[in-house]
């Protein structure tokens, strides 16, 4: 009987999913049906092992965790905001820590995740970076953040994930196979339209072009900050090998592949890219490949003396790109009371890790 020890079910496909269980249970002389037994306890029951596959004879389940694993994420803190905001800081099995958040709205749930440990992208704006790039995370790993935080929401909040945003931890499009498999996981599997998952990125063109090409319509996020290249090279270095008029080229692309909305999110810092100068080529690039333009506040990290822009500033921004025939609008600032911008929660555990260390020594 061949084995499969590396094989994690929350990293297959569905399809992958069924042929693995199919050729496991065929030489194992079980019916058919356990498949499907193996497949609603992922997918509608959100099992955190195998051992809880109860309608499995205790000697198949035995079997399965011969043959397969399957991803758990240690809840290593929890941080619940004012505002109902729900942060989540996942230990790795490797030790390595990655971010989710819960946004909840009226109308929606909203969970944020990451696709990577650390980043390796260097935007100086973003608190995730500061910690480094560690690794790659695997498909299973991404989604695992997802069946963990429904868990808990759903006990916690007596609400369901509605949309999933790829905005955490690091750079989606820089992880591009194990986040392929995850998108067609989550929304083959777990049944989460494509049109509630939103990619985001700083500018990967050949991601945004692989996405162009999958037929479902998930959206993306480009992170634009800065209409232009120069003052884009100050905040994104990623502008230095695809520039702006490669990543509109890739938008327009992604846009004419039908259905896909494209969203510009612009974070508002003072004196840096919040001069009314910018309006204009802000309006004319999110026209080009009909974006929806987010005005987001800057949340301030620990590193770095930048402030938001004033909220007058927030808002004449907004009323100009409106007046120009830009949909847009300000984000609500959430979670401030707990570290809640992408990549605090992970940077300030790093600090008290090292300074324990620093102590024992």
Known sequence: MSKHPNTDLLSLEPEGLVRALESHFRQRDQPVYRIGQVRRWLYEGLSASIDEMTDLPLSERDALK????????????????????????????????????????????????????????????????????????????????????????????????????????????????????????????????????????????????????????????????????????????????????EVLSALKRFNESGGKRITFEYTMIRGVNDASELIAPLADLALSVGAYVNLIPFNPIPYQNWESSEHHRIKDFAKNLQRRGVPAAIRETRGQDIDAACGQLRAHTLVQLEGSREREH
């Open 66 to 245: 011969h043959f397969f694993t399957l991803t758990q994420l240690e809840k290593a803190r929890v941080e619940v905001s004012q505002d109902g905001t729900v942060k989540h800081l996942w230990r790795l099995s490797d030790g390595e820590f990655v971010e989710s958040v819960l946004i909840p709205t009226k109308k929606r749930l909203t969970l944020c995740i990451s696709s990577q440990a650390g980043c390796a992208m260097g935007c100086t704006f973003c608190a995730t970076g500061w910690g480094g790039f560690q690794r790659q995370l695997t498909a299973g790993e991404i989604v695992s953040q997802y069946a963990a935080s429904r868990r808990w929401a759903e006990k916690h909040l007596g609400d369901t994930i509605s949309n999933i945003v790829y905005m955490g931890m690091g750079e989606p499009l820089s992880n591009r196979k194990a986040v392929h498999h995850s998108l067609s996981i989550l929304n083959q599997g777990y049944g989460v339209g494509a049109r509630r998952i939103t990619v985001s990125t700083v500018g990967v063109v050949p991601g945004i072009l692989e996405l162009a090409e999958r037929p479902e319509q998930f959206r993306l996020a480009l992170s634009l900050h800065a209409p232009i290249s120069d003052l884009r090279l100050r905040l994104i270095p990623l502008e230095k090998r695809h520039p702006l008029p």
